[in-house]
């Protein structure tokens, strides 16, 4: 390998075991650097030191502090770690928070460790080869792939360089973290540094950044600038994972941010107050998780309060599925690890694995079909399936689903013909298949009811759409899937949609009807008939739909709700209503019945028609020219 291989190492073990001393004798570091560690001679929070093991192996090493009280450091320092060495004092054996530590770097998937037998230098062989024994024999359960215990002394320096050998064995076993993935920093400590503004540290778990380029911080959700890097207090170019790393970002303050934050890169983040999970309950936990049981969920170097929701009751050592309310937002990725802590007394109980960081409302989580060893192909498949019209963002899947991005073709691929890719959105066939039916059907109904119209506009087809607002990509998929399968067809320059063959039936129906409805109009003159007795005239024709469309070529007009007339017929009956107000400068309803021999029935509806023209306005109980003009006009 061209590239010197990383790895973080991180101590785990009952409080006064050795674990500082240990790397300390290790590394030349003393990571418990604050004054209540210095005076109490416990580890309190997290220390870090670089652990240089040979001209192409860095190791980072993460110290945890071992009290029970500080569980929740721990956990955030062993979340990044690849290889766990569980330090466990030769004198005392395997102590309540070995074994706390010990479920906790199982719960997290850390796939490696070494079991170091401390403070050798306090036993002799024969107790040696006892604890030695006992811890063996404890290991042998565990997920962790444990290496044979080493016994050490941080006061001699006796078993140290069996210990570095270890390591840099082990190192050849681990696959590398990939550097081709979505840049993920939890963040784990937060200060300002005069100069540099506010600086971040924590393990890279995946990805890299550069100097110059930004990451997104969230949950606080804002884009920032990473103006320097540091690996160990060392310049670096690039963070990579596998480090330790610092970033010192400009555009956010201290305050703004805490343990538990953030730092990405790329599509698809974005924090979640609900998690689908699968979830574990330790052998040793002493209540079973039910509905409503409130828990603390430490994932990456967040701790968040949450409830727990569509569980069947889980009992010790039971394994189930269940949906995490969070109470305050955290970001997850598909597949990320976590731990479960009770709320009171605060212990580990538990932990899982994330199936699916943004589950929709519906199905519940175990009618969803997720497994923690499902193919992400099938499980993608699930995904769309669910999403509906809405589709999935290819750009999402990633994170959604815990995958490289290198790896999402593929996924697509395997997720089967049932998934339909379009650009950057993936629907689900039968989702698209059903809205097209749907369509067409709408299509159908609008011809029906507007026979004389060419077609219903893309826009009220898309406002016709199942799924309020749809997504421009997913809009342009279904026109483009209904056209592909006949359901309908886009005319009139892409502004219509009609269904196939629609148009030629309309025009020669339309225009043979038409000329009919236009010719009884004619000769109908100003004794208009309503639409209702026209349609009862002529009952195999769509009469209202007919008249519109009749109106929007001129033939004819609208005089009221229930009644068109021919439109030359009308401009005559304005002639002879001007002539005669011209001439009497008002006239009743009775006077304009005799002049035009129409009766009211006739007369009314085309009276109103001029007032609404602004031909003619009331007065009183009589009519007048509506505008002087047109009456000075006419003498
Ligand atoms: N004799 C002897 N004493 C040791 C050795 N390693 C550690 N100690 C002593 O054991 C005590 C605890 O050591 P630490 O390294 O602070 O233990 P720790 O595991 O880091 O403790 P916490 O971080 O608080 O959990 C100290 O007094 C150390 O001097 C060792 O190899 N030999
Ligand atoms: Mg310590």
């Given at each position: 390998m061209?590239?010197?291989r990383?790895?973080?190492v991180?101590?785990?073990?009952?409080i006064?075991h050795?674990?500082?001393?240990?790397?300390?004798?290790l590394?030349?570091?003393?990571?418990?650097r604050w004054e209540e560690e210095?005076?109490?001679?416990?580890?309190i929070?997290l220390?870090?030191?670089?652990l240089?093991?040979?001209?192409?192996l860095?190791?980072?090493?993460?110290?945890?502090?071992?009290?029970?009280g500080f569980?929740?450091?721990m956990?955030?320092g062993?979340?990044?770690?690849d290889?766990a060495?569980?330090?466990i004092?030769?004198?005392?054996?395997?102590?309540?928070?070995t074994?706390?530590?010990l479920?906790?770097?199982e719960?997290?998937g850390v796939?490696?460790?070494v079991?170091?037998?401390?403070k050798?230098?306090?036993?002799d062989?024969?107790?040696?080869?006892?604890?030695r024994s006992?811890?063996?024999e404890r290991?042998k359960s565990?997920?962790v792939?444990w290496?044979?215990?080493?016994?050490?002394?941080?006061?001699?320096g006796?078993?140290l360089?069996?210990?570095r050998?270890?390591l840099v064995?082990?190192?050849?076993?681990?696959p590398?973290?990939?550097?081709?993935?979505?840049f993920r920093?939890?963040?784990d400590?937060v200060f300002?540094?005069a100069?540099?503004?506010t600086v971040?540290t924590?393990?890279?778990w995946?990805g890299t950044?550069a100097?110059?380029?930004?990451?997104?911080?969230?949950?606080?959700d804002?884009?920032?600038?990473?103006?320097?890097?540091?690996?160990?207090?060392e310049?670096a170019?690039?963070a990579v994972p596998g480090?330790?790393t610092?970033?010192a970002?400009v555009g956010?303050g201290?305050?703004e941010?805490?343990?538990?934050?953030?730092?990405?890169t790329?599509?698809?983040w974005?924090?979640t107050?609900t998690l689908?999970v699968?979830?574990e309950?330790l052998?040793g936990?002493?209540k079973?998780?039910?509905?409503?049981?409130?828990?603390?969920?430490h994932?990456?170097?967040?701790?968040?309060?949450?409830?727990?929701a569509?569980?069947?009751?889980l009992?010790p050592g039971?394994t189930?599925?269940a949906?995490?309310l969070?109470?305050r937002?955290?970001v997850?990725r598909?597949?990320?690890r976590?731990?479960v802590r009770s709320?009171?007394?605060?212990t580990?109980?538990?932990g899982?694995?994330?199936?699916?960081?943004f589950?929709?409302?519906?199905p519940r989580?175990?009618?969803?079909?997720l497994a923690?060893?499902?193919?992400?192909g099938?499980?993608?498949?699930?995904?769309?399936?669910e999403?509906?019209?809405r589709?999935?963002?290819?750009r999402?899947v990633?994170v959604r689903?815990g995958i490289?991005p290198g790896?999402v073709?593929d996924?697509?691929?395997?997720?089967?013909?049932?998934?339909?890719a379009s650009?950057d959105?993936?629907?689900?066939?039968r989702a698209l298949?059903?809205?097209?039916?749907?369509?067409?059907?709408?299509v159908?109904?609008y011809?029906?009811t507007h026979?004389?119209?060419a077609g219903l506009?893309?826009?009220?087809?898309?406002a016709?759409?199942?799924v309020?607002?749809?997504a421009?990509?997913?809009?342009?998929l279904l026109?483009?899937?209904?056209?592909k399968?006949?359901?309908?067809?886009?005319?009139?320059?892409g502004?219509?949609?009609?269904?196939p063959?629609?148009?030629?039936t309309?025009?020669s129906?339309?225009g043979?009807?038409g000329?009919?409805?236009?010719?009884?109009?004619v000769e109908?003159?100003?004794q208009v008939?309503t639409v209702?007795?026209?349609?009862?005239?002529?009952?195999e024709?769509?009469?209202?739909p007919?008249?519109a469309?009749l109106?929007?070529e001129?033939?004819?007009?609208q005089?009221d709700?229930?009644r068109?007339?021919?439109?030359p017929?009308l401009?005559?009956?304005?002639?002879?209503?001007?002539a005669t107000?011209?001439?009497?400068?008002?006239?009743?309803?009775a006077q304009?019945?005799?002049?035009?021999?129409l009766t009211?029935?006739?007369l009314?509806?085309l009276l109103?028609?001029?007032?609404r023209?602004?031909?003619?306005?009331?007065?009183?109980?009589?009519?007048?020219l509506a505008?002087l003009?047109?009456?000075?006009?006419?003498s």
């Open positions: 061209g590239h010197p990383r790895l973080v991180g101590t785990a073990g009952h006064d050795g674990k500082t001393a240990l790397v300390k004798a590394t030349g570091v003393d990571t418990d210095k005076r109490r001679g416990i580890t929070d220390g870090f030191a670089p240089p093991l040979g001209v192409d860095q190791a980072s090493v993460v110290d945890v502090p071992g009290h029970e569980v929740k450091n956990l955030a062993a979340t990044g770690i290889v060495l569980l330090v004092a030769a004198d005392e054996g395997v102590m309540p928070q074994e706390e530590h479920a906790i770097v719960l997290l796939r490696r460790g079991p170091v037998l401390s050798r230098d306090l036993v062989d024969e107790w040696l080869a006892l604890v006992e811890v063996t290991l565990s997920r792939r290496d044979p215990p080493i016994a050490v002394s941080a006061l001699t006796a078993g360089d069996e210990l050998a270890a064995h082990l190192a050849g076993d681990l590398a973290r990939p550097t081709e993935d979505l920093l939890p963040i400590r300002a540094v100069g540099a503004g971040v924590g393990s890279t995946s950044v100097i110059g380029e930004s990451v997104r911080l969230l949950p606080l804002r884009e920032v600038r990473v103006r320097s890097i540091e690996v160990h207090g310049t170019e690039r480090r330790r610092a970033l970002l956010v201290k305050e941010l805490d343990r538990g934050a953030v730092a990405v790329g599509p698809g974005a924090s107050t689908d699968a979830l309950l052998p936990a002493r079973p998780l039910a509905v409503r049981t409130r828990i603390r969920v994932l990456g170097t967040a701790e968040v309060l949450a409830r727990v569509q569980v069947r009751a009992a039971e189930g599925f949906r995490l969070l109470e937002p955290l997850a598909g597949g990320d976590f731990v709320f009171s007394p605060v580990t109980i538990g899982g694995i994330v199936l699916d960081p589950p929709p409302k519906r989580v175990a009618e969803r079909g923690v060893q499902q193919p992400a099938e499980r993608l498949a699930r995904l769309v399936e999403a509906g019209l589709g999935i963002m290819v999402d990633p689903l490289l790896g073709s996924a697509v691929e395997r997720a089967g013909k049932g998934v339909i650009g959105l993936l629907v689900a066939r298949t059903a809205e097209v039916e749907r369509l067409a059907a709408v159908g109904a011809h029906q026979p004389l119209d506009s893309l826009q009220a087809l898309r016709a759409v199942a309020p607002d749809v421009g990509p997913v809009w342009d026109v483009d899937y209904g056209v399968k006949r359901a309908f067809e886009v005319s009139g320059g502004a219509v949609v009609r269904r063959g629609w148009k030629a309309l025009e129906h339309a043979d009807s000329a009919r409805l236009v010719r009884r109009l109908a003159r100003w008939p209702a007795e026209l349609q009862h005239e002529f009952a024709l769509a009469v209202p007919l008249l469309h109106a929007r001129g033939g004819v007009e005089v709700q229930e068109y007339a021919s439109k017929a401009e005559e009956f304005r002639g002879a209503l001007e107000l011209r001439e009497l400068g008002r006239a009743t309803p304009l019945r005799d002049r035009t021999g009211r029935k006739y009314i509806p109103e028609w001029a007032d023209r602004g031909i003619t306005k009331r007065d009183g109980d009589a009519r007048v505008r003009t047109g009456a000075a006009g006419g």
